[in-house]
């Protein structure tokens, strides 16, 4: 994997993408903080050696190299997810490319259902942990320990430093910023009323398909990482109505620039 790691980074540094901070993934129905950024270099995925290929058709699959208050950024617009048939190790490969070209911090935004029903669609959720429910690791392979601790410590995968940054920074402009557990779910059907009461039982504040595999990988590469989930839909088991995806996605673009100005105002502290 080493070797494929290295091909990518130097194929990206090729294009120009230089040596930058910060990591942006940005998730479902989620891109406009890319309106935000001088990009100076992008690439489609497709384009990119060894980088999984983009399926889902809302996901513009490209990886951007600019400039988002004062900071070099590389952003990820569309993400990969274990329900298009990818592994963990595929979901996750575009961190281990980013930390090799020299970023230290990872940035994550995802859609997730309210399992906690104090919180309510539209609204923020900072992780500040989380229960991986995809079934396996990004970890579990073999080599692993090539590329960093095998055993990584999660006892704080959300950045501390970053997570008082955030609330304080809400604080200050009125946004509400819950914060919470996410629980990761392979979907991509979405759950049942008796998989809410479980999520619910066992801890989670919400619910998505995606970030936990990122957030692993940055930990195994020691990297500081943070994510915020926007709140598309409430999971209230009792009184649970169909969800559709476009009303989803329509909900998180609904929600987004709280959550642009917040990842904005967080870069410039950085
Ligand atoms: N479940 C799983 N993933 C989701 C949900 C949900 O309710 N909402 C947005 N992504």
Do not use: W
């Amino acid at each position: 994997m080493i070797k494929f790691i290295t091909e990518t980074a130097n194929y990206l540094k090729s294009k120009g993408f230089e040596n930058s901070e910060i990591g942006i993934i940005l998730g479902t129905g989620l891109g406009q903080l890319t309106n935000e950024i001088d990009i100076i270099k992008e690439v489609s995925y497709n384009h990119i050696p060894n980088f999984p290929t983009a399926t889902v058709e809302f996901h513009k699959g490209k990886l951007m190299y600019g400039t988002l208050e004062g900071k070099k950024v590389v952003v990820m617009q569309g993400r990969f997810h274990v329900y298009e048939g990818y592994s963990l190790q595929d979901v996750s490969y575009p961190v281990r490319v980013m930390e090799k070209l020299g970023i230290k911090t990872l940035l994550v935004s995802n859609a997730a259902g309210a399992v906690n029903l104090n919180f309510k669609k539209g609204e923020l959720m900072l992780i500040d942990d989380h229960i991986n429910l995809q079934g396996s690791s990004p970890l579990a392979f073999k080599g692993v320990s090539a590329l960093g601790e095998r055993f990584t410590d999660m006892s704080q995968p959300y950045d501390a430093e970053i997570n008082s940054k955030f609330k304080a920074l809400a604080k200050d402009k009125g946004i509400t910023l819950h914060e919470g557990v996410y629980a990761s779910v392979v979907g991509p059907q979405l759950e049942t009323r008796a998989e809410y009461r479980m999520l619910k039982i066992i801890g989670a504040d919400a619910v998505g398909m995606s970030t936990v595999p990122e957030i692993i990988v940055a930990n195994h590469l020691n990297m500081r990482a943070a994510a915020i989930s926007v709140l598309t839909d409430e999971c209230d088991p009792d009184n649970l109505k169909p969800v559709n995806i476009d009303e989803i996605i329509a909900m998180a673009s609904k929600a987004e620039p709280e959550m642009i100005a917040l990842f904005k105002a967080l870069i410039k502290e950085l």
